[in-house]
């Protein structure tokens, strides 16, 4: 899964002394030296990827750097390259961090992708590094971190050691298991949203891999993603009241009727995909009722007879990463050559509404959950300084939302809301420059087609579990809201503060750290929050 860890120096390998030029001053933190040779030892490449800012102030000259990076060296071990940005904040260079030219850098010099990639660091810039160039990130947070920083990391670990053993065990969870042979029929189960669906989508592929025939169970809201999924050969459409929201009646008769279609399939075995805060058991049960002799699927909860494959998961793991561990866990492993990220297939796309030549930037303002869409005046303010700022903006949403989209389009926009199914939005989408978007099914779409994101993230769930998933990524808004990690559908704060905050500035920020161009020159405009141009 990961080829290469990118680590900070300063504050994360040793030490933090401000513009350190004497090699005698160099520190390792505690534990440095032996969870370095833990992740040499399994085979992962190491580089160091710094702000070295200093030199641009004069504070210390390039060799006296060299010479500090070689004490580190003779200390901590070889490091397989070095990536270091000279330059001050104010030349606006693209290796800072957080820009991602260093993560680029260190993943082209060790002949891999940022996407296989996870950078460990101590302060937010490391974080907004990594994401930025679709890489994972784990924050090691010091006295001297910011708590909102630590607040939106996408991962936390106590301290370096802890670091590495995150990225060795999330390793473990998906690594390929021992070869089977060849399964006949596999049952699938992905039920809730399209999103849901999306994200499910690596471990599908895998038992796909594995089986002649695959059938995937799903709600009526997943549907139109499952129909995109590669690796699906059948679909059986259900609600099932333990998971939908919201809930449908118990309906015994329907219940029955499931069992009798789900036995009608012929499954040699099930493999039973679930959130994190979903049980498995209910259908379960059904598919033993069916027949289905060996059941996969993980669970807290004790499963007595309900599972030949009960697997666990640590809290935190990406839902891609969760779902691909599960199919291993039951036997199946992708394919030599299939990257473990998200995909459609793209014979299934539509030709996309008209919406001008590639490039543009698609806003989506609404959610099927109220807590995770964008606030309309920040939706309508950001149409109107992207416009301003030379972008073309495109507004979706889905039939319900055509007042909101047509409102906020007014501001600068294209209108293309309730012109889109799944299957057009995903194609809408796959010609923009970014997608601006809440925690919502089309920022998996995006993920899916290698477009990046800034992502309005309101934080009712873990954004390193539901985030968009090794595609680049800024993520705008209040991590350490008061909303955080309730899953709450409805706002528990008035006007929405987590979201309707963020300044539109930001998001044009965020498409520059995006490397997302504008069509125009930009004028020098005023926005909220200063002056850009």
Not at 111 to 125: F, Q, Y
Not at 270 to 283: K, N
Request: a negative charge; one cysteine or more; glycine letters at 10%.
């Amino acid at each position: 899964m990961y080829d290469a860890v990118l680590l900070d120096r300063d504050g994360t390998l040793i030490e933090d002394v401000p513009y350190n030029g004497d090699p005698e001053k160099v520190r390792p933190v505690p534990g440095a030296r032996e969870a370095l040779d833990r992740l040499r030892a399994a085979g992962l490449r190491l580089a160091v990827v710094s702000n070295q800012s200093g030199l641009a102030r004069g504070c210390f000259t390039p060799d006296d750097l060299r010479r500090v990076n070689a004490r580190v060296e003779e200390l901590l071990g070889p490091f397989d390259c070095w990536q270091i940005c000279p330059h001050g904040e104010p030349d606006r260079c693209a290796c800072r961090k957080p820009a991602p030219g260093l993560v680029h850098a260190a993943a082209r010099a060790l002949g891999t992708a940022p996407a296989h990639c996870v950078l460990v660091g101590d302060i937010g810039a490391d974080m907004a590094a990594a994401a930025a160039a679709g890489a994972a990130g784990i924050m090691v947070p010091t006295p001297a971190t910011r708590a909102a920083e630590v607040a939106a990391a996408p991962a936390v670990a106590a301290d370096l050691p802890d670091a590495v053993s995150t990225i060795l065990s999330r390793m473990r969870l998906v690594a390929a298991p021992e070869p089977a042979p060849r399964r006949g029929t596999v049952l699938v189960a992905r039920s809730d949203a399209a999103g849901d669906v999306l994200v499910t989508g690596p471990g599908i592929r895998a038992v796909a891999a594995g089986a002649e025939r695959v059938v995937l169970l799903c709600g009526p809201r997943g549907r139109a993603a499952a129909e995109l999924l590669p690796g699906v050969d059948e679909i059986i459409e259900c609600p099932l009241p333990w998971i939908d929201a919201p809930a449908p009646p118990v309906d015994p008769a329907g219940l029955r009727a499931l069992v009798d279609r789900l036995a009608a399939v012929g499954a040699e075995e099930a493999v039973v995909f679930t959130s994190f805060h979903q049980s498995a058991l209910p259908l379960a049960l059904l598919l033993r009722m069916a027949g289905v002799p060996r059941i996969s699927a993980i669970s807290d909860d004790y499963p007595g007879a309900l599972l030949d494959v009960r697997h666990r998961v640590p809290v935190g793991v990406p839902e891609p990463e969760r779902a691909l561990s599960l199919a291993a866990a039951a036997g199946f492993a992708l394919p030599d050559g299939d990257e473990p990220g998200l995909r459609l297939r793209p014979d299934r796309l539509p030709p996309a509404p008209a919406a001008g030549e590639p490039g543009y930037v698609v806003l989506h303002p609404g959610s099927s959950v109220e807590t995770r869409a964008c606030p309309f005046e920040l939706a309508t303010r950001i149409v109107r300084v992207l416009s301003a700022a030379g972008y073309r903006v495109v507004v979706t949403g889905g039939p319900d939302e055509r007042e909101l989209t047509a409102q906020v389009a007014a501001a600068g926009g294209l209108d293309l809301g309730g012109r889109t199914g799944l299957g057009e939005l995903a194609a809408v989408i796959a010609r923009a420059g970014a997608l601006v978007v809440g925690n919502t099914g089309p920022a998996h779409l995006a993920a899916a087609l290698g477009v990046p994101v800034v992502s309005l993230f309101a934080p009712t769930v873990p954004f390193g579990q539901w985030g968009p998933y090794r595609v680049p990524t800024v993520r705008l808004g209040d991590a350490g809201a008061a909303c955080r990690d309730t899953r709450a559908t409805r706002c528990p704060v008035p006007g929405h503060p987590c979201l309707s905050a963020v300044e539109p500035g930001r998001v044009l920020e965020a498409l520059r750290l995006l490397g997302v161009p504008a069509d125009a020159p930009e004028p020098l405009i005023t926005v909220p929050g200063g002056v850009v141009g």
